[in-house]
């Protein structure tokens, strides 16, 4: 069974850093591209960035460039995304996902939710002002 677990959401207040986990069972994890989405109240999920565990490319929404770092470790099964210099805008459910063949998109564009076969349950970040 696959399952995605995120972890690591909180509250914390602008300019801040938190550091998400997803961690990953039930499939082959280096054959996979997991990337992070966020769903604001009211709004659409949106991808932020995504890592392709085949050959590492990583990929972010302009939005987060040079503030979200996405990472994996493959020993552990696990995918992270560090989150610095917060913004109240930031605020939103942080989902993790992933998918297969997924290279040639990651590579290029931001994450789309229909690219993504299984998903994780959420984590909550709120950044106060």
């Known amino acids: 069974e696959v399952q995605l677990v995120e972890s690591g959401g909180g509250l914390v207040q602008a300019g801040g850093s938190l550091r998400l986990s997803c961690a990953a069972s039930g499939f082959t994890f280096d054959d996979y591209t997991i990337a992070w989405f966020r769903q604001a109240p009211g709004k659409e999920r949106e991808g932020v960035s995504c890592?392709?565990?085949?050959?590492?490319?990583?990929n972010y929404v302009d939005s987060v460039k040079g503030r979200f770092t996405i990472s994996s470790d493959n020993a552990k099964n696990t995918v992270y995304l560090q989150i610095d210099s917060l913004k109240p805008e930031d605020t939103a459910v942080y989902y993790c996902?992933?998918?297969?063949?997924?290279?040639?998109?990651?590579?290029?564009?931001?994450?789309?939710?229909?690219?993504?076969?299984?998903w994780g349950q959420g984590t909550q970040v709120t950044v106060s002002s």
């Open positions: 996902a992933a998918g297969v063949d997924l290279h040639y998109y990651c590579s290029g564009y931001v994450p789309d939710t229909v690219e993504y076969d299984h």
């Open positions: 890592i392709d565990n085949t050959d590492s490319t990583t």
